[in-house]
């Protein structure tokens, strides 16, 4: 049984900074890639920053420069460094894994944490 945890939302105030973990329980076949997605509510669920299993990252436009996604396979989680924060990154923010083997593509995601950018 695989579960995701995200830990780490709140409440910050414009230009400031949070770090998001994802921890992951039970057994993904590898290779994996793990990605932050955030949603607010009337949009539709948006990448924001992807990494792969060899550390390849790719972000939204709107966050480069300003997130880090990284991972720790020992610990098995990932992380999302948000720095320069603005009310526009208000979101439930959800960690995602994907994997595909011999011919099927898994999808797993966490419960989601809120992040609320305001003075």
């Known amino acids: 049984q695989v579960q995701l945890v995200e830990s780490g939302g709140g409440l910050v105030q414009p230009g400031g900074s949070l770090r998001l973990s994802c921890a992951v329980s039970g057994h993904i076949a590898s290779p994996y890639n793990m990605g932050w997605y955030r949603q607010t509510p009337g949009k539709q669920r948006e990448l924001v920053a992807a990494i792969t299993s060899t550390g390849s990252t790719n972000y939204e436009n709107s966050v480069k420069g300003r997130f880090t996604i990284s991972r720790d396979n020992a610990k098995n989680a990932a992380y999302l460094q948000m720095n320069s924060l603005k009310s526009e990154d208000t979101a439930v923010y959800y960690c995602?894994?994907?994997?595909?083997?011999?011919?099927?593509?898994?999808?797993?995601w966490g419960q989601g944490t809120q992040v609320t950018v305001s003075s």
């Open positions: 995602n894994v994907k994997n595909s083997i011999f011919g099927f593509k898994n999808d797993y």
